[in-house]
Nanobody, 115 residues
């Protein structure tokens, strides 16, 4: 059973930075994609960014230029570096991995941007 464990969320002031981590229970090369989604209160879950097994990255428009997705293959971990955070980034952030027709989700980590 694949497990994804997120960490790194918290409270940050506007303009600040956070780095989220998603640790997988198996070699991340086995996944077709790994990505980050977020869900704000009263809103639908939305894509933030993803990275493919061959290293191609993709970002949602609201985070382009501010967020960076990366991975450490040796640690089976994917990261989301978030800079220039604003209150609209407040949400629960989820890690997602896909493998063939299956998808796996982490439990989520709360990010709150507030002064």
């Amino acid at each position: 059973q694949v497990q994804l464990v997120e960490s790194g969320g918290g409270l940050v002031q506007p303009g600040g930075s956070l780095r989220l981590s998603c640790a997988a229970s198996e070699n991340i090369f086995r996944f077709n994609t790994m990505g980050w989604y977020r869900q704000a209160p009263g809103k639908q879950r939305e894509l933030v960014a993803f990275i493919t097994s061959n290293g191609i990255t993709n970002y949602a428009d609201p985070v382009k230029g501010r967020f960076t997705i990366s991975r450490d293959i040796a640690k089976n971990t994917v990261y989301l570096q978030m800079n220039s955070l604003n209150p609209e980034d407040t949400a629960v952030y989820y890690c997602r991995a896909t493998k063939l027709a299956s998808e796996y989700w982490g439990q989520g980590t709360q990010v709150t941007v507030s002064s």
